[in-house]
């Protein structure tokens, strides 16, 4: 099972980017999707979560009205908009699957991608 994600990159302060992440190796039509992100010399820390249908969503408060997570089933990809873009969502960004959908920052997610890097320029 593999997880890959794709899309960050250097933008400025306000920009936007989009991550995409495709999953392989089995079906993730019935699991949860969503992202983490660890930023430099920080612990990594939950951002966005989406439900197996794409109904369901709960984010972390800082990326609330800024980002927005979306899935396609029929691909097994998720992706994360993210508008006006801040340095501090500066960090490699994870993308986790896993059969459990919580409004839980705290929510367990077996599977993991190996991250790409967002950086934000002030």
């Known amino acids: 099972v593999q997880l890959q994600a794709f899309g960050g990159g250097l933008v400025q302060t306000g920009g936007s980017l989009r991550l995409s992440c495709a999953g392989s190796?089995?079906?993730?039509?019935?699991?949860?999707m969503g992202w983490f992100r660890r930023a430099p010399e920080k612990e990594r820390e939950f951002v966005v979560q989406?439900?197996?249908?794409?109904?369901?969503?709960y984010y972390e408060d800082s990326v609330k009205g800024r980002f927005t997570i979306s899935r396609d089933k029929a691909s097994n990809t998720v992706y994360l908009q993210m508008n006006n873009l801040k340095p501090e969502d500066t960090a490699v960004y994870y993308c986790?699957?896993?059969?459990?959908?919580?409004?839980?920052?705290?929510?367990?997610?077996?599977?993991w991608g190996q991250g790409t890097l967002v950086t934000v320029s002030s």
């Open positions: 986790v699957a896993g059969p459990t959908y919580a409004r839980s920052r705290s929510t367990k997610f077996p599977y």
């Open positions: 190796g089995r079906s993730f039509a019935n699991l949860a």
């Open positions: 989406v439900d197996w249908s794409g109904k369901y969503t």
